[in-house]
């Protein structure tokens, strides 16, 4: 649950980070951490078209740089952006300076204001500056898609447990989400609980 649901000692850590939208709204916002990439962007992509539903992709600098097509089609069907670096790269291994100078990278590929940091660590410094150019978006759901130690039917029980108004829900299109499967069992399952609940899918 510490991981799933983050708990208040961490969300007090970033205090003007965003972890959940309105709690009064019966919406969610569904995010994708790590893309684009061949293998696993385009497949969410017409998951998202066959329910008809909008997210927000925090995308890697540089993979935007390898695969601008597949980057074009996030764009073009209408989804949101958001940086998590040029090279996803952990703020604890990083200078304040260089980190920021990373997530500018990645901008010259994107135009957004929003921010999430890889693996959701950030110095305290890195975030005093990164929140003077970007919003900071963590999340109030991990699905934990990309764990080998979890099975599809898990992670889908993840979102069924901790959803909640205003939750802002995070999957990875990734290989690791992929070359375990629980990605392509989740995600679909997710959106239909979450259209069955009467969820309204929002962008951040
Ligand atoms: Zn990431």
């Known amino acids: 649950m510490l991981i799933e649901q983050p708990p208040k000692f961490f969300r007090a850590l970033y205090p003007s980070a965003i972890f959940r939208m309105d709690p009064n709204e019966h ?6 951490d790590d893309g684009p990439i061949p293998e696993v962007t385009p497949w969410v992509l017409d998951i998202l078209n066959k329910y008809n539903v ?13 695969y601008p097509e597949i980057f074009q089609r996030v764009v073009d069907q209408g989804h949101k952006l958001g940086n998590h670096t040029y090279n996803h790269i952990r703020g604890f291994e990083y ?21 999430r940091p ?34 599809g039917p898990q992670v889908l029980a993840n979102v069924m447990k901790y959803t909640r108004n205003g939750s802002i829900i995070t999957f990875h299109d ?11 069992y989740a995600l679909p399952r997710s959106i239909e609980f979450l259209i069955e609940e009467g969820y309204e899918f929002k962008l951040l």
């Open 27 to 32: 919406s969610i916002y569904l995010t994708f």
């Open 174 to 184: 990734s290989l690791k989400s992929w070359k375990n499967g629980n990605l392509q």
């Open 54 to 66: 909008k997210a927000t992709f925090f995308m890697v600098g540089d993979n935007i740089h390898k």
């Open 118 to 151: 890889p693996h959701g660590h950030m110095r305290w410094m890195q975030y005093r500056l990164l929140k003077k150019y970007y919003k900071i978006i963590m999340w109030d759901v991990v699905t934990r898609d990309y764990s080998t130690k979890l099975r």
């Open 95 to 115: 200078w304040s300076n260089k980190y920021l100078k990373n997530a500018k990278k990645a901008d010259e590929y994107m135009h957004t204001d929003l921010f």
